[in-house]
């Protein structure tokens, strides 16, 4: 685009799945000639540098290592649907915000930032737009979980409850609202406010709603995989998932040509992160299918494959595996519900067996559920005789693969990486048309 270069602050919660997706999108907006400053945990910071923007470290209040989230913050641990996001809102996403945003405005005070995007959950971005608009940089959500933007058409946020057209619908989702603010999720709201205060910002609502006080939000999906929203007001860029499969490096397993005698594949994962367990969906999925005239290929992400024990003849195991050729063969993919690897499955035509309850996969298995992309179990650890029906019913029926295609076919086509870079440089001219000029004290202007 012919924009003039940009400060960008980039902002991400020191956890995997979160500084993933940004590293996608400072690495792009560095290559389009802006300059991107990168502010996350100390773990993170030699991945952001390789996308050559300059890093930040949180300040250690801020931090802490993800490697282990369970050990981390010993009080999550067994606790699933509202009572696990209540919990891991709290304590590690919103405990940290005020540390978060002194960080930034310091950032912003030294570098002039023409634009913060910040990803759902740093919190700290929910004291910034608390902000009159004249008194902070233009600010955008990077969505990179499902949209919890608030509206008259959809439930609450962390519910896990789909749509209901109509005005019963409607009736219905303003009484969720009201018990989900006031009831379920009214501890964290009351935590929210007292950091507010704290912070001299106040808070704007609610404080899963504070991206509806952003300029923008730039949704890593497509509309055909989100609620639709008639009422709501701030701008939603939807440029599909920024991280797309690509040609991997990663070697094919011994055991790869086993795949080619014409047995549907079925591949499941519990990713990169939750995988600490693997008797929560890796094993259970291997033995319920066991019986099966199926393969079964599971990826460990990173694990030792010898933790699997003894194997049935019909499956097969590897650390990694390259995506780009793994998805384009596989039938029917299993997962704990990330919201990045739902998309690469999409992106390639393979409908879903999803089962998690924890951080936002309560709602990103709703949304696989309601788009009809695949079969939800609502547990984080299915009992095996639920995996083989649901995987059954996902290969006996194509409807999910023809809805998952066209899902598929709607992210191929979408703006991605360019569409995220016209958001920001739109949102920016938009705003400095819109307010007075903030006063710059800085030496850093280039």
Request: include cysteine; hydrophobic fraction near 40%; charged fraction near 20%.
């Amino acid at each position: 685009m012919n924009a003039r270069p940009l400060d960008i602050l980039l902002c991400s919660t020191p956890v995997h799945g979160h500084v993933t997706p940004l590293l996608a999108v400072s690495r792009a907006l560095v290559d389009r000639g802006h300059r991107v400053h990168f502010l996350t945990g100390e773990r993170y910071l030699e991945r952001a540098a390789v996308t050559d923007a300059s890093v930040l470290r949180l300040p250690a209040e801020a931090d802490y290592d993800d490697t282990d989230i369970d050990a981390a913050f010993p009080g999550r641990v067994g606790l699933t649907g509202p009572a696990g996001i209540r919990w891991d809102m709290t304590e590690i996403f919103l405990r940290p915000a005020r540390t978060q945003l002194a960080a930034m405005d310091a950032v912003i005070r030294e570098l002039d930032i023409d634009v913060v995007l910040a990803e759902s959950l740093f919190l700290g971005a929910a004291l910034l737009a608390a902000r009159p608009p004249a008194d902070r940089p233009a600010l955008l959500n990077l969505g990179i979980v499902p949209l919890g933007v608030k509206s008259r058409d959809t439930a609450p946020f962390g519910l896990g409850v789909p749509p209901r057209p109509g005005a019963l619908g409607r009736v219905r989702n303003a009484a969720l609202t009201a018990i989900a603010e006031k009831i379920v999720f009214a501890p964290v709201q009351r935590a929210a406010q007292r950091i507010g205060q704290e912070a001299g910002t106040g808070l704007n609502g609610f404080v899963l709603d504070w991206p509806s006080h952003a300029d923008g939000v730039v949704q890593f999906t497509v509309p055909e995989f989100e609620y639709p929203r008639a009422d709501v007001r701030v701008p939603i860029h939807f440029v599909g998932p920024v991280s797309r499969t690509q040609p991997s490096d990663t070697p094919l397993p011994a055991w790869w040509g086993d795949l080619d005698d014409g047995r549907p594949v079925v591949h499941v994962t519990q990713g990169t992160v939750a995988n600490r367990d693997l008797n929560d969906l890796i094993l259970p999925t291997i033995h319920a299918l066991a019986d099966q005239d199926v393969w079964v290929v599971a990826s460990t992400g990173g694990r030792p494959v010898a933790e699997l024990g003894d194997l049935p003849r019909n499956a097969r195991v590897a650390s990694y595996l390259p995506y780009d050729r793994l998805l384009p063969r596989t039938a029917v993919y299993v997962t704990n519900g990330g919201y990045g690897g739902i998309h690469y499955a999409m992106e390639n035509g393979v409908p879903v067996v999803v089962a998690g309850t924890t951080e936002d996969k309560t709602e990103v298995s709703a949304r696989v559920a309601w788009s009809g992309v695949g079969v939800k179990l609502p547990t984080n650890r299915p009992e095996p005789a639920a995996i083989a029906r649901a995987v059954r019913t996902v290969l006996d029926d194509p409807g999910y693969a023809e809805r998952s295609a066209a899902i598929g076919r709607a992210i191929r086509a979408s703006s991605g990486l360019d569409g995220l870079e016209r958001a920001v440089v739109d949102t920016v001219r938009e705003a400095a048309a819109t307010r007075p000029r903030r006063t710059s004290t800085s030496p850093n202007r280039r």
